[in-house]
């Protein structure tokens, strides 16, 4: 009578234990042609969750550069996009968070956290779940545009 019981309140456990895992994202094997490369924002400014439809990049070399918006593809999965500019004491918005490609000329990018710079005297966001932005790719010579979907 007792293994009546036991057998389907373990089944129930079981299942309710493995439906609550987060969903692990589908992997994919498109070439990620931005592994550890760093750009410059031409237009668009910074890379957020309600930014503007568009951002044409152009890739960061070493010239010496006072004010700019920058994405940091930092390896296979993270990215920083942040500003700096001439002023030492500004208020800088510093973006975290994750990226993968969706299909060849795709990338979904998923923001983590928003910090501010100590001069502006906000908190940290952290994003649970991540806002999720995707992004259409396409290179025009050496500038890569990034076009919301």
Known sequence: MKNIFVFPFLFAVLITVFSCKEPERKKTNFPNY?????????????????????????????????????????????????DAWQCGNDCFTEIHGRYYFTEKNQIQ????????????DAPTQIFKPSKNMTFDLTKEGKQLKLTRK
């Open 109 to 120: 990018m998923e923001i983590d956290s928003m910090s501010k710079s100590e001069f502006c």
């Open 34 to 82: 931005l592994k550890n490369t760093e750009w410059i924002v031409n237009e668009g400014g910074l890379i957020t969750p309600d930014g503007v439809k568009t951002y044409y990049m152009s890739p960061r070399d070493t010239a010496l550069i006072f004010n700019f918006h920058a994405v940091h593809f930092l390896d296979a999965e993270k990215f920083q996009s942040y």
